[in-house]
Each structure stands twice: as C-alpha cells, then as structure tokens.
C-alpha cells in the first residue's frame, strides 16, 4: 500500500485479500501511534471466484484464499485469534482481543435478541447440492458457477424444504446469503471444489463435486449465525408506520385555519 503514516484511523477494505498474510499487513497500516482505529473488511460471495481465478496457477494460492475466506464468514471465532492463530502465535487468546472485534462485541454484549448461533447438521443439504451439480453436468453437460449455483439451489423445492427445516422457518423461504455461506464453508471443508477453465482472456471458476470428500458420518457441524434482526425489523416498521398514521388522522381532523 505504500503508506508511511502513523495515525492512520481506518483502513476499509472493499474486498478481501488474497491471503491473511496480506491481510495482517494491509490492515496494519491503521493505529501504528497506538491510538484507537477501526479495519473493515467487506466480503461478499462473488469475491471467492474472483480471487481464485486470480491465484489459481499459484502454488497455494486457492489454500491461503480458504484461510482468507474462512476469516471472514466465520461467525464465532475472534478474529483476532484467527489471525494469530493462522501466522504460528500460540501466545495470543480471545481474551487478548479486548471486544474488539465483531465476533466478540457479539458475545459480550448481549446481542441474542438480533442473532443467535446454530450448529447444523448438513448431510442432506450436502448430497441434494450434490444431486444437484451431478444432474447438470449429467442432463445439460455443463459445469456451474458459483453465483449460477445460489441461482439453481433458490428455486429446488428439495434444497428449500431442507434448509427450512435446518433453519426451523417452515414458512418462509431462506435468504440467498445462508447458500452463499453454505457453499464457501463447503468449499473451504473441501466437500466440494472448484475446477478452473483457462481461455486467452480470462480464467472461469466452476464449483464440481469432490470425489474425494468424506461420507455422511464424518461431515462435521457447521456454525451458522441466525438473524432474527428482519422479523424484529419488521415489527419496528410496523410500529411506526402506525404512528405515522396516527399522526395522519389528527392532521386530518384538525380544522385548518386559513392564514391570508
């Protein structure tokens, strides 16, 4: 980044790096005068493929992006931890982080009313994604991108039935994120991979199944943070669009006075 500045107060990423390596020295440039300074770091899904086009022909370029990935989809962990824990600092723990991170704050002050951690079991939502590509790649002969996966897996009635259940909402229709974190955890626990197609002009990413993935048995739990911030959203809505009326009928009912 080149910047030799040492009250630097935020350093926002709008993407991520490629490893955690350049992370850690990216993000460093903030609070080098021991002062107080805030790192954000935005991750949306179509960020994996983009990188991993971008490191696939390095030699552990797709293996320092899992890390990098896994940082910032996991929902518990200290991220502060993570990062020590990745560059070989066994001295660091989570009570070292002080809530400064997003994980911790969450934990520590009181939160469940918005979020709460779940560990599901993901066997059945795995070998219906599975289904899933192998049928494409049977039927249609063609491989799929990450963001055409998202696409197909929204409207499978069995993938929906699934995770409705996983998410205990049988009335309601899980949000796009939840199969964009279930496909980055799988793809990061290596139940499924990615398979590159190289042109002249640019490198496509495919998600594929991975023949060499463990059976059902030894699939381990994954942590998924569930919002109930959008049905309290809702009831907030609710609330002051009645106030707004209320306050609409007695403008209404007041007899106005002509000023001129």
Partial sequence: MGIDKADVRFVIHFSSSKSLENYY?????????????????????????RLASMVSSERT????????????IDPDMCRRFLISKNLGDASWSTDDCKNACDNCQRKNTNKSDVSTLIQIKTDKLLNATKQLLFDQSLTKQERITGPKLIDLMTCNKQIQSISQKLLYRNQEKPERQFYEYFISWCLIKQYLKLDFHFTPYSTVCYVVNNDNSVDNEHIELMPYLLSIK?????DKVTEER???????????????VDLT
């Avoid at 370029?61 to 910032?72: D, P, R």
């Fill in 25 to 49: 020295q990216e993000s460093g440039r903030a609070g080098r005068d021991s002062n107080s300074a805030d790192c954000i770091l935005m991750w949306r899904f179509s960020d994996l493929f």
């Fill in 61 to 72: 370029g797709i293996a320092k992006l899992y890390e990098m990935v896994g940082y910032c």
């Fill in 230 to 234: 959008e049905e309290l959203d809702k």
């Fill in 242 to 256: 009645s106030h707004v009326d209320a306050k609409r009928k007695r403008i209404h009912s007041t007899e106005m």
